[in-house]
Structures are given as C-alpha cells and as structure tokens.
C-alpha cells in the first residue's frame, strides 16, 4: 500500500505485544514479522534495525526445516550486504 511507516508500526507493536495467549503462535508469525522488520527498515535506510530484526529471524530458524533455508539464506545475504562483508 506504499506506507511503509504505518507498517513499521504495526509490526513493531505485533512484536513487543506478547500475552499467554499468543505465546502458542509466536512460532508461525514472529519469524516472519523480524523478517519483515529487517526488510522494511532497510528499505527506509535504517540499517543498524534491519540488522537487528534479520538476526532475530536467523536465531529461530538457523536450525529449521530443510524447506525454510533458502530463506535463511536469503536473509544471512542481505546480513552480509548490510554489515559490508563479502558474500
């Protein structure tokens, strides 16, 4: 939709709102949501952010299903891109 502030917003309230409730769901939403933190604070140039949110999703699913590497991958390049290292 082009707003890239109102969804840094919303997402950043998704992650620090956490009650028992949702504690059983983090595990399908929160990854995604770090992932699309790093990715949305490194389209607004923020990139210390993005680094921050792109660790958080690598630290859950580093260690996850064959099927969810490549986007493992996928973000440890972007990591690599943000902090300067060759890839």
């Given at each position: 939709?082009g707003?890239?502030?109102?969804?840094?917003?919303?997402?950043?309230?998704?992650?620090?709102?956490?009650?028992?409730?949702?504690?059983y769901?983090?595990?399908?939403?929160?990854?995604?949501?770090?992932?699309?933190?790093?990715?949305?604070?490194?389209?607004?140039?923020?990139?210390?952010?993005?680094?921050?949110?792109?660790?958080?999703?690598?630290?859950?699913?580093?260690?996850?299903?064959?099927?969810?590497?490549?986007?493992?991958?996928?973000?440890?390049?972007?990591?690599?891109?943000?902090?300067?290292?060759?890839?």
């Amino acid at each position: 939709m082009g707003s890239l502030d109102s969804a840094v917003v919303m997402y950043e309230r998704a992650v620090a709102t956490r009650d028992l409730e949702m504690i059983y769901q983090d595990f399908r939403w929160l990854p995604v949501a770090y992932r699309r933190l790093g990715e949305l604070y490194e389209e607004r140039g923020e990139p210390n952010k993005a680094i921050n949110y792109y660790n958080k999703f690598v630290d859950l699913w580093k260690d996850g299903d064959p099927e969810l590497q490549p986007q493992v991958e996928d973000v440890i390049q972007r990591l690599a891109r943000l902090v300067g290292e060759p890839q």
